[in-house]
Structures are given as C-alpha cells and as structure tokens.
C-alpha cells in the first residue's frame, strides 16, 4: 500500500480518564505490509491506544480513521476487517472449534483451514471447551483464531503474557508467517525480548505520548549497539557486564549493529527529549 494512504490514521487525538491525560496531542500513521511493536511502561496507554483505534473508546478530541473510516463510528464495513486480542480474555464454556464457528461468520476472509493449522502448531485441541484449558492455552487459541480471521487489521495486546517458552518462540513464528503485504499487525507489549526479531518498525510511548516511531533500519543507523571495555562518555545507556559494557551509543560512523530491543527501550526512557529530537 502506499504509504500516503495508511491504514490507520491518527490525527493530533487527545484522551483522558477523568482528570489524568493519556494522550495530549498524538499523531501516527500505521501502514500495510508491517508488523509494529507498541512499547512502553506500564500505564502509558498502549491498551487505550489500540481500543480507541478499533473504536472501544473514543478519544476527547482528535481524529481516528481505519481505512478512511472513523473508528468511533464502528461501521461494519470497518469492523469486519479488524480484530483486537485483549490481554485478558474471559473463555466461553463452549469448544474452540464452536467458538471459532460462531465468532467467525462476520468476517469475510476467515479460514478454518487455516484455523486447524495454527491450532495444531499452538498445540491446542480445538475439541476442547474453552472454559477448561490453560491460561496460556486459551491464549494460544484466541490467537490462532484471530489470525485466521485475516482482517487487515490485527491489533494484539500483550500476546506473549502466560506463554512458556516454546510457545513464545512458535508465537513470533506464526505471526511473521501471518504477515501480509495488505495488512497490518500493531503489537503491544512491555515484554520486549519475547517480540524480538518480529516488529519493525518501533513505537515507544511514554506518559507524555510517543518518544519514538522508527524503523530497525532508521534506529541501527543512528544508535551503535555495542560491547567495550571502557564506558563511553556520550552512551545514552550502559550496562556492565563481566564482558565489558554493553552499551547504546550515538553511531557516529554509520557503523552497522544489531539492535537490541531492551536495551534500546532503557536508553530511550533515560533520554527522551534527546530521542524525540533524534527520531523526529
């Protein structure tokens, strides 16, 4: 899709409970073709900004639009080709399967081929009530069903939450499996090594809005990740170690490394005026 029509488009959107401001004035644009990982502390508004983008709540002021409809609207032709996965989620005391069937007929490029699939690479047995698996198993389902919805838009809510190990590894692979060039997969977590190597590009919202919006390439490019055995005066975070100092420091000559994400969310939240400036 061209990226002068995203998919989602938000427009200088205020929101508050009560007397506490999330949101004060944030823009941001979510194109095809891309899995976005939406990180932050703990109550900096990752879970409002998804539930107003699919129309859950509705913002004091500003604009919300989801291929060119706004979300607050909920129009049908707009809720038929988006899904949120909320971090908690309370299971019916029906079969995956039955709940899949039921839950699917509103979605017009739903595939329960592909549903079977996932289930069995999740490990999940869709015969199964829902009510009666595992936390981590009624995750897992949630998700597999979500994916086979194939809206164009998939907003998750921290996924990887009461996923062991194994499970947080087929989690990345199935999504980036799911991914396509029409469709767009926004990904909130605070759990930063469990979605590593599978969002780009990067969201950082803090109590103030959005620090940083850049992609994998646009963040290697500016910042230099990296191992030595002296500190650097000009780090914008560090860490010792029995190796040296890891460190996040200005790439001052274009050279290239792997991003990390933690420590690229520490270094951000120690300087964010900087990075505002430097990502801007």
């Known amino acids: 899709m061209d990226s002068k029509n995203p998919i989602v488009k938000i427009e200088h959107l205020k929101f508050n409970y009560k007397k506490h401001i999330v949101f004060e004035d944030l823009s941001l644009e979510l194109e095809a073709g891309r899995i976005y990982g939406l990180l932050g502390e703990n109550g900096v508004g990752k879970t409002t900004l998804l539930r107003t983008i699919c129309g859950l709540l509705r913002a004091k002021s500003g604009e919300c639009t989801v291929m060119g409809m706004r979300s607050a609207s909920r129009n049908p032709e ?7 996965v909320p971090e908690l989620f309370v299971a019916p005391p029906i079969s995956v399967k039955r709940f899949a069937q039921s839950n699917s007929l509103l979605y017009p490029r739903w595939d329960a081929a592909q549903f079977e699939k996932l289930c069995l690479t999740f490990e999940v047995d869709p015969t199964y009530r829902f009510d009666k698996l595992s936390h981590g198993q009624q995750k897992k389902a949630l998700i597999a069903f979500a994916l086979a919805l194939n809206t164009r838009v998939l907003l998750m809510d921290e996924p990887s939450n009461g996923l062991d190990i194994p499970s947080k590894t087929t989690l990345r692979r199935v999504i980036s499996e799911c991914a396509t060039e029409d469709r767009v997969i926004a990904i909130s977590t605070h759990q930063v090594r469990d979605l590593e190597n599978l969002i780009d590009p990067i969201i950082i919202l803090d109590r103030s809005g959005m620090i940083l919006n850049a992609s994998i390439e646009q963040i290697s490019e500016k910042l230099l990740f990296t191992m030595s055995q002296e500190p650097d005066p000009e780090a914008y975070w560090s860490e010792n170690s029995l190796s040296g100092y890891y460190q996040v420091i ?22 964010k005026e900087t990075f505002k400036k430097l990502f801007k």
Not at 78 to 84: C, E, G, H, W
Not at 251 to 260: A, E, I, K, L
């Open 78 to 84: 707009m809720l038929k080709d988006i899904y949120f």
């Open 250 to 271: 200005p790439n001052r000559d274009g050279m290239p490394s792997r991003v990390n994400l933690e420590a690229l969310f520490n270094a951000t939240l120690r300087n």
